[in-house]
Structure formats: C-alpha cells, structure tokens
C-alpha cells in the first residue's frame, strides 16, 4: 500500500496535467490539419506520437531505477496507455468544440477570447517541458547507458 499521497502531491500531480495537457494542445494545434479526418484515428496518431517524443526519453532516463522490477512492465504499460488516451481525449475535445464554434458564429469570438487567455501559460509551459528534456532527462539517458 501507498504511504505517500498526500494532499500537495496529488494537487501538483494534477497541475502538472493540465499544464502539460495545455503545452501538448499547442503542438497539436500546429499538426492537426495533417493528420487524418477522423478524429479517433487523428487522437490515436497523435498519443502515439507523443509516446514516441515525450514517453520513450522518459523511460530511458529512468527515474528514481523505478523501471526495473516487476513493476515495471505494468507502469511502462499504463504510461503508454496514458499518453494514447491524452491524444485521443485532446482529438475529441478539439472535435466538440469546433462543432460547437461552427454552429453558432458569435461563439468564435468566445473561443478566441479562451484561446488568448490560455496560449501565454501554454507556451511557457510547453517552453519548461523542452527544456526540462534537456537539461534533465537526455543527461538521464547518458547516465544510464
């Protein structure tokens, strides 16, 4: 049993989510129009991506040696598993609300009003995790091999 939660854990862990999920939406910004039409494969594409980008460095790097052991292939298994579902949620949110802002034009002003509002946290945000990769985990990955 987990001795650890604690109430700043779990809050930091949730912020780190949304920040990373607010940083991963500007790259998907950019790449969505190349991806397929279909917002299921578009998500599926798209998780697999940043399990390759964002999810690979971060099992080489190894933190804290919790990669080895029984445990491992279930935490390299669900972690995968996350960042194919973030992709697939991000698709489907992109998905309802660009049908939602189509149906009625006054709500694209909402929506770049929203949009405004949230690129300067994410940019920074997306600016913190690149740097995090190389100033943290590619000198993991060294250390390691």
């Known amino acids: 049993m987990a001795s650890g939660f604690t109430f700043q854990g779990t809050f930091f ?3 780190l989510g949304l920040g990373f999920t607010l940083a991963n939406s500007i ?3 950019f790449i ?3 991806l397929p039409n279909d917002w299921v494969r578009k998500g599926l594409i798209y998780g697999a991506m940043n399990l390759c980008i964002f999810g690979i460095p971060f099992f080489l790097s190894n933190p804290g040696n919790e990669l080895f052991g029984p445990q491992a292939s ?5 972690f995968s598993f996350l960042f194919l579902l973030g992709g697939l949620l991000l698709a489907m ?7 939602w802002v189509d149906r009625i034009p006054i709500r694209r002003i909402y929506a770049y009003v929203f949009f405004g509002l949230l690129v300067i946290p994410a940019i920074v945000l997306l600016g913190g995790i690149i740097y995090e990769i190389f100033t943290e985990i590619i ?3 060294r250390l390691n091999f």
């Not at 949110?93 to 049908?99: F, G, I, Q």
Request: aromatic share 8%; charged share 0%.
């Open 13 to 15: 862990l949730v912020l």
């Open 27 to 29: 790259i998907y910004t």
């Open 32 to 34: 969505h129009h190349y």
């Open 74 to 78: 279930l935490g390299i298994t669900l």
């Open 93 to 99: 949110s992109v998905h309802l609300v660009t049908n």
């Open 139 to 141: 000198p993991a990955i």
